[in-house]
């Protein structure tokens, strides 16, 4: 893929910048499959299990930062043109279906905090109704009806 017009110096910031697309893509991919696992609905997505794939995702996600971090700076030093396009569309596309899976997994997260926060509520308001129940053993005691005395 490279061309012979290209400085010296150039035809290796390419080479480099390919293989770290191509590195950054193969991590974004993961990730990727990593959301689609969590999305699917295969029945093995219990807590531990979900606490798995987050973290996974979560140190993925600051590798991957820390690499773009070095693809960006490599990236810098060249020129536009020669840039591989199809390589920062595909990792371009990649990062879009992260993004939406991002997106409807915050979803349904705020979904399952706000029933948990209304359920919540519910228990809360039935314990006050149930605080005001008290035994009494002696009723006269409590300014009860019954007296004890004769």
């Given at each position: 893929m490279t061309n012979m017009t290209e400085p010296l110096p150039q035809q290796q910031t390419r080479k480099e910048v390919d293989t770290l697309l191509q590195c950054s893509i193969?991590?974004?991919?993961?990730?990727?499959?990593?959301?689609?696992?969590?999305?699917?609905?295969?029945?093995?997505?219990?807590?531990?299990?979900?606490?798995?794939?987050?973290?996974?995702?979560?140190?993925?996600?600051?590798?991957?930062?820390?690499?773009?971090?070095?693809?960006?700076?490599?990236?810098?030093?060249?020129?536009?043109?020669?840039?591989?396009?199809?390589?920062?569309?595909?990792?371009?596309?990649?990062?879009?279906?992260?993004?939406?899976h991002t997106h409807s997994l915050l979803s349904a997260a705020n979904n399952i905090r706000s029933l948990l926060a209304h359920e919540l509520k519910e228990i809360q308001d039935g314990q006050a109704a149930l605080n005001g129940y008290h035994r009494q053993t002696n009723p006269s005691q409590y300014g009860g009806i019954i007296n004890d005395s004769h």
């Open positions: 193969k991590r974004y991919e993961y990730i990727l499959t990593l959301f689609a696992a969590i999305n699917s609905n295969s029945g093995d997505n219990n807590l531990a299990t979900l606490d798995i794939k987050g973290t996974e995702i979560l140190q993925l996600q600051e590798q991957a930062a820390l690499a773009d971090h070095t693809l960006i700076t490599k990236m810098k030093e060249m020129h536009p043109a020669w840039l591989d396009h199809s390589l920062l569309s595909k990792r371009q596309d990649i990062m879009h279906q992260i993004l939406t």
